[in-house]
């Protein structure tokens, strides 16, 4: 018996931290998950051989398995991710993954502020895909907590993620994108960047990309989607509006002082009629409405 000075009673004996196992000895109970495991890049630290035990194997991400092998199962006696809050789970994930995901994006990024955990959408030993170890397949991951999106993917206008010819995270990171630097500071967290900070637009949209000599000012400083529902929409072009007109209207209307001329924002001049047909589909004369180097009216 051992003596605790701090609470003036005795103690007990002195119990030996748990040890580490090897992964050998957990295909004893789990041989289906073991028979695949092969199969997965976690294998990959059993496979080198050179990885502390900490970092090998099942332990790896389970913590030593002695006790939880001689209590024949408990699962109090090792880390159970079901168990697990998601913070817990980030914390053991980043214990490898904190220089691959950026530690630092990934605890600032709206998925972990809302909670959600890396096995909320990955699954280490049932995975559906081989890449990113995802539970279903990608689209179908997002659209079950974003149904809103998924219906705006079977609108007649939209980009073609569910045909399978893109994916979200080719705009998005799920673990989290760097600050915004565009938008004036408000666009979602969760958009990823492109080559010096674009928007990802640009990474298939490269015809719109400048810089040129005359800007339009929305795509300059608010981003596409001042004009542009990037996931789908009922209008032609992925347009906010109906009708051309009545989006550049949004701006070159003259109202809270818009059409100054130290605003760069023109006002539609008195010269066009909206009432005449001619006037109404403003693309038709300004064709280069993302950025002109010829013409600051964007004609040419």
């Not at 389970?62 to 789970?89: M, N, R, W, Y």
């Not at 709206?110 to 096995?119: E, M, P, Q, T």
Request: a positive charge.
């Amino acid at each position: 018996m051992f003596y605790c000075a701090a609470l003036g009673l005795p103690a007990g004996p002195l119990q030996a931290a748990p040890q580490y196992a090897g992964s050998a000895v957990c295909r004893t109970c789990h041989p289906a998950i073991s028979a695949d495991f092969y199969r997965n890049p976690h294998h990959k630290t059993i496979a080198l051989g050179t990885e502390p035990p900490e970092r090998t194997g099942c332990e790896g991400c389970h913590g030593p398995a002695s006790e939880h092998v001689a209590a024949k199962g408990d699962k109090a006696k090792i880390t159970a991710f079901s168990e697990l809050a998601p913070k817990q789970v980030l914390d053991n994930c980043l214990r490898c993954h904190a220089e691959s995901l950026g530690r630092a994006a990934i605890r600032r990024s709206s998925h972990s502020l809302a909670g959600v955990a890396c096995n909320s959408c990955h699954s280490i030993h049932k995975a559906r895909t081989q890449k990113a170890l995802l539970t279903r397949d990608q689209r179908d991951v997002c659209y079950g907590c974003h149904a809103n999106i998924r219906a705006q993917f079977a609108q007649p206008s939209r980009h073609r993620v569910n045909e399978g010819f893109m994916t979200c995270t080719d705009c998005h990171n799920p673990h989290g994108a760097p600050a915004p630097s565009r938008a004036m500071g408000a666009r979602p967290r969760m958009v990823d960047a492109a080559l010096g900070n674009e928007e990802p637009c640009l990474r298939c949209h490269n015809d719109k990309r400048g810089p040129f000599a005359f800007e339009h000012p929305a795509v300059r400083v608010e981003g596409c989607s001042s004009c542009h529902v990037p996931h789908g929409t009922a209008n032609a072009r992925l347009l906010k509006r109906p009708v051309v007109f009545t989006l550049c209207l949004e701006c070159h209307n003259g109202v809270a002082g818009f059409g100054r001329q130290d605003d760069g924002v023109t006002l539609t001049p008195s010269t066009h009629n909206l009432a005449d047909p001619r006037f109404r589909n403003c693309t038709s004369c300004h064709l280069r409405i993302h950025g002109s180097n010829s013409s600051r009216s964007l004609t040419r």
